[in-house]
């Protein structure tokens, strides 16, 4: 249940959870080349000359599927740490993470289910292996597909029924739209890189005043390569496929926020805020600080503060700029008439958020990631406005993935035109490349210039232990029923034992973690004698309910 306090006061708590869709590929392997990406990207000459995909995505995702955790059987699986895992339109194998209370809790929720998925990749790769088919199956935690397709990463959020959403919206689109200076994963853009640095666009009115767009020393001073990369960069891959402030339609019309109402809880008292259109990010303090925005602007909002003097009058403009632009100095509007730009509006947000944080203390939900608003969500303003990402070029994902393209662009500055840009592409992909052996997330990671929010500890506890939310109670559930060989029925909200079958035992609350009735449902599985159950090949062990 969401708890706040009254206006003006302190917050309160909530749920949240985070839904991924991933990318699948079955790529060929060249005799030798075995782990080759993930000491460096292959040449382009190579690439270029490689065989076609071995299977197409969708019988690429089936295949993967057919890898998932031992005792279900089908696609569809709640999971004893709490998460679902389970195969969504598109042929997108999609993790959802368990009910969580605590920006720690999600972060770790979220890479335990990453894990999770690339262990499955492996076991496909070593049955492909077997058979004898050179060829790898690749797990990517990115937007879009060279088809053009986009997946996404999806944010949900308890509010209470009491909140007007209508009321809320201007504050939350305008919020949303502007998040990517912060919070985007940057994208490589198509064409040629220029061999002149562009012309420097006029300067943007911000709240104090002119000020000059020209590049300072900083990130510039690797030269003229910087400012040339500017004009194939954006920050935003997810961006552009956004139309709607608001949608109930996740795909036809994809919009910052879904309205489908489906609290998956007591409807009486809790709506759910689905949020659609973050970018998939990789390294953990961007997830984190995505959240913790996020979750700090309900608060003040649950508490009545005023922020109309953000909201912009053409948010979707902004945030469809912010796809195109390298450091977020677009114009953006209010209903009042300022011109600011996307930056000037998240440091106001952002300093706004804080100020609760030094009035009101932190919250329970930021115990121990404060600090991602207090220090980072500055350094990421100064990083934009002096263009100089070395001081955040490890905890935020464009400027991370900024950083690595440029030591493979000083690597080959002989190349350009299409072939520049396949080498771009590739480091692209090879970001979002779950593999431990061929992604450059997982190579980052072990040579310390990535950095985590949550110790290796808090990731290895959440690929099997569930928060201390209602997801404690169906992962144990669903443990003894995978232990017992049980068939069980699961949603986000609700417990059953099919045979023999029991009524349903409703759980409303996402954040009770503990219910008499659904203690006793697990110790009665946990009980089961062989000759009391009978398998029910329609429902099986999968877990059953509508997708989160």
Same mark, same amino acid.
């Given at each position: 249940?969401?708890?706040?306090?009254?206006?003006?006061?302190?917050?309160?708590?909530?749920?949240?959870?985070?839904?991924?869709?991933?990318?699948?590929?079955?790529?060929?392997?060249?005799?030798?080349?075995?782990?080759?990406?993930?000491?460096?990207?292959?040449?382009?000459?190579?690439?270029?000359?490689?065989?076609?995909?071995?299977?197409?995505?969708?019988?690429?995702?089936?295949?993967?599927?057919?890898?998932?955790?031992?005792?279900?059987?089908?696609?569809?699986?709640?999971?004893?740490?709490?998460?679902?895992?389970?195969?969504?339109?598109?042929?997108?194998?999609?993790?959802?993470?368990?009910?969580?209370?605590? !920006?720690?809790?999600?972060?770790?929720?979220?890479?335990?289910?990453?894990?999770?998925?690339?262990?499955?990749?492996?076991?496909?790769?070593?049955?492909?292996?077997?058979?004898?088919?050179?060829?790898?199956?690749?797990?990517?935690?990115?937007?879009?597909?060279?088809?053009?397709?986009?997946?996404?990463?999806?944010?949900?959020?308890?509010?209470?029924?009491?909140?007007?959403?209508?009321?809320?919206?201007?504050?939350?689109?305008?919020?949303?739209?502007?998040?990517?200076?912060?919070?985007?994963?940057?994208?490589?853009?198509?064409?040629? !890189?220029?061999?002149?640095?562009?012309?420097?666009?006029?300067?943007?009115?911000?709240?104090?005043?002119?000020?000059?767009?020209?590049?300072?020393?900083?990130?510039?001073?690797?030269?003229?390569?910087?400012?040339?990369?500017?004009?194939?960069?954006?920050?935003?891959?997810?961006?552009?496929?956004? /139309?709607?402030?608001?949608?109930?339609?996740?795909?036809?019309? /994809?919009?910052?926020?879904?309205?489908?109402?489906?609290?998956?809880?007591?409807?009486?008292?809790?709506?759910?805020?689905?949020?659609?259109?973050?970018?998939?990010?990789?390294? #953990?303090?961007?997830?984190?600080?995505?959240?913790?925005?996020?979750?700090?602007?309900?608060?003040?909002?649950?508490?009545?503060?005023?922020?109309?003097?953000?909201?912009?009058?053409?948010?979707?403009?902004?945030?469809?700029?912010?796809?195109?632009?390298?450091?977020?100095?677009?114009?953006?509007?209010?209903?009042?008439?300022?011109?600011?730009?996307?930056?000037?509006?998240?440091?106001?947000?952002?300093?706004?958020?804080?100020?609760?944080?030094?009035?009101?203390?932190?919250?329970?939900?930021?115990?121990?990631?404060?600090?991602?608003?207090?220090?980072?969500?500055?350094?990421?303003?100064?990083?934009?406005?002096?263009?100089?990402?070395?001081?955040?070029?490890?905890?935020?994902?464009?400027?991370?993935?900024?950083?690595?393209?440029?030591?493979?662009?000083?690597?080959?500055?002989?190349?350009?035109?299409?072939?520049?840009?396949?080498?771009?592409?590739?480091?692209?992909?090879?970001?979002?490349?779950?593999?431990?052996?061929?992604?450059?997330?997982?190579?980052?990671?072990?040579?310390?210039?990535?950095?985590?929010?949550?110790?290796?500890? #808090?990731?290895?506890?959440?690929?099997?232990?569930?928060?201390?939310?209602?997801?404690?109670?169906?992962?144990?559930?669903?443990?003894?029923?995978?232990?017992?060989?049980?068939?069980?029925?699961?949603?986000?909200?609700?417990?059953?034992?099919?045979?023999?079958?029991?009524?349903?035992?409703?759980?409303?609350?996402?954040?009770?973690?503990?219910?008499?009735?659904?203690?006793?449902?697990?110790?009665? !599985?946990?009980?089961?004698?062989?000759?009391?159950?009978?398998?029910?090949?329609?429902?099986?062990?999968?877990?059953?309910?509508?997708?989160?």
């Amino acid at each position: 249940m969401s708890r706040t306090g009254e206006p003006g006061g302190a917050p309160g708590s909530r749920a949240t959870g985070l839904e991924t869709e991933f990318g699948v590929v079955c790529a060929p392997v060249r005799a030798g080349a075995t782990g080759q990406a993930g000491r460096r990207v292959a040449p382009v000459q190579e690439a270029q000359s490689a065989p076609p995909q071995t299977m197409g995505p969708q019988e690429a995702a089936a295949f993967l599927m057919r890898h998932r955790p031992e005792g279900y059987r089908s696609d569809n699986l709640f999971l004893p740490n709490g998460g679902r895992l389970y195969l969504d339109v598109g042929s997108h194998p999609e993790y959802a993470t368990a009910e969580c209370a605590t !920006v720690r809790d999600l972060v770790a929720q979220d890479q335990a289910g990453r894990e999770l998925i690339a262990a499955m990749a492996q076991r496909a790769t070593t049955t492909l292996a077997r058979r004898g088919t050179p060829a790898r199956i690749h797990v990517l935690a990115n937007n879009t597909d060279s088809a053009g397709h986009t997946y996404g990463c999806h944010e949900n959020y308890s509010v209470p029924r009491s909140l007007d959403m209508d009321a809320v919206l201007p504050v939350l689109a305008s919020f949303l739209a502007t998040r990517p200076v912060l919070v985007g994963t940057g994208v490589p853009l198509a064409g040629a !890189v220029r061999a002149e640095p562009r012309t420097r666009p006029g300067p943007v009115t911000g709240q104090d005043g002119p000020r000059s767009q020209e590049a300072p020393r900083g990130e510039a001073g690797h030269g003229s390569l910087s400012e040339v990369e500017d004009d194939c960069w954006g920050l935003s891959p997810r961006a552009p496929y956004l /139309r709607a402030l608001a949608s109930a339609d996740t795909t036809g019309q /994809r919009a910052l926020v879904n309205t489908r109402d489906q609290p998956h809880a007591d409807r009486e008292r809790l709506r759910r805020l689905h949020v659609t259109c973050a970018d998939t990010t990789m390294a #953990e303090p961007t997830a984190g600080l995505r959240c913790a925005l996020t979750l700090m602007l309900l608060d003040a909002l649950e508490a009545g503060e005023d922020f109309s003097d953000l909201v912009l009058a053409e948010p979707l403009a902004v945030l469809g700029s912010l796809g195109t632009s390298a450091w977020g100095e677009v114009e953006a509007r209010t209903l009042e008439g300022r011109r600011l730009s996307a930056i000037d509006v998240q440091e106001a947000f952002a300093e706004r958020l804080t100020r609760r944080l030094d009035t009101w203390g932190v919250p329970p939900a930021l115990e121990g990631a404060d600090h991602l608003l207090r220090d980072l969500a500055p350094r990421v303003v100064t990083a934009l406005r002096t263009r100089d990402t070395s001081g955040i070029d490890t905890e935020i994902d464009w400027a991370v993935k900024r950083r690595v393209m440029r030591a493979h662009r000083e690597r080959h500055p002989d190349l350009s035109g299409e072939v520049l840009s396949v080498l771009r592409t590739r480091v692209d992909l090879a970001y979002h490349d779950l593999d431990a052996g061929t992604g450059l997330t997982a190579r980052l990671l072990r040579q310390g210039a990535l950095a985590r929010l949550c110790d290796p500890e #808090e990731t290895a506890r959440a690929r099997t232990q569930p928060p201390p939310t209602r997801a404690a109670l169906r992962g144990e559930f669903v443990r003894a029923c995978l232990a017992r060989g049980a068939d069980f029925s699961v949603t986000w909200e609700s417990l059953r034992l099919d045979s023999p079958p029991t009524t349903p035992v409703d759980l409303p609350d996402p954040l009770v973690s503990r219910d008499e009735a659904a203690r006793a449902l697990t110790e009665r !599985v946990r009980g089961l004698l062989h000759h009391e159950m009978r398998h029910i090949d329609l429902v099986g062990r999968s877990g059953l309910g509508v997708p989160g």
